[in-house]
């Protein structure tokens, strides 16, 4: 009878958290701000980029969601004195834990890490003419972290101020940039299919 009574709840326990759980899917675009952290970088400023992608948000309860993306990120800095812009582009996947204040619409918080490949480095100067840099020079796995505050609408649509930093250096060791570490904050608008 003990057995039967604990089967039943929890397969009652499974039905009402698979109910609870929904998946949707979206996409996001939107502007970088970002520079590098670190050792050495008196001569970085900051520089525009941009940033968009994918996005899954998974639902666990009505306000707490883990939200993973694919997301193509602009990144680097702006060398003081110069026209000369150091571009970083990254394919980045951030897991994010997410809390909605209201049933996955209104104000929501995320946080979480992310890692991103270094898919190619440049260096550009002021007439926009490239001058080419040895992809090997640059470490091609970066471990970071992002926190967001944001507000989400009922329609799917959605606004987020992010923030996001490298744990690792941009330059492998005894290079260029090893001790610089990317530092980005990003507005992000996004659109997530099928409502809130």
Not at 123 to 131: F, H, R, T, Y
Request: aromatic share 10%; glycine share 14%.
């Amino acid at each position: 009878m003990k057995k039967t009574i604990l089967s039943l709840a929890l397969l009652a326990g499974l039905t009402t958290a698979a109910n609870a759980q929904t998946t949707r899917f979206g996409v996001k675009a939107g502007a970088n701000y970002t520079t590098f952290s670190g050792d050495n970088v008196d001569n970085a400023k900051y520089k525009f980029g941009a940033v968009g992608g994918l996005a899954a948000n998974i639902g666990l309860s009505e306000s707490l969601s883990i939200q993973p993306e694919l997301l193509y990120s602009q990144k680097g800095a702006e060398i003081k004195g110069t026209d000369f812009k150091f571009k970083l582009n990254y394919i980045e996947v951030p897991i994010m834990f997410r809390y909605t204040l209201s049933d996955g619409k209104g104000p929501f918080l995320q946080a979480g890490p992310q890692v991103g490949y270094l898919a190619k480095v440049k260096l550009s100067d002021g007439d926009g003419n490239e001058i080419k840099l040895d992809n090997d020079a640059y470490q091609k796995l970066e471990l970071g972290y992002v926190a967001a505050v944001g507000y989400q609408l009922e329609s799917g649509l959605s606004i987020e101020g992010r923030f996001n930093g490298g744990i690792n250096s941009v330059g492998k060791d005894d290079g260029a940039n090893d001790q610089n570490r990317n530092r980005v904050f990003s507005v992000q608008l996004g659109y997530m299919f099928g409502g809130k």
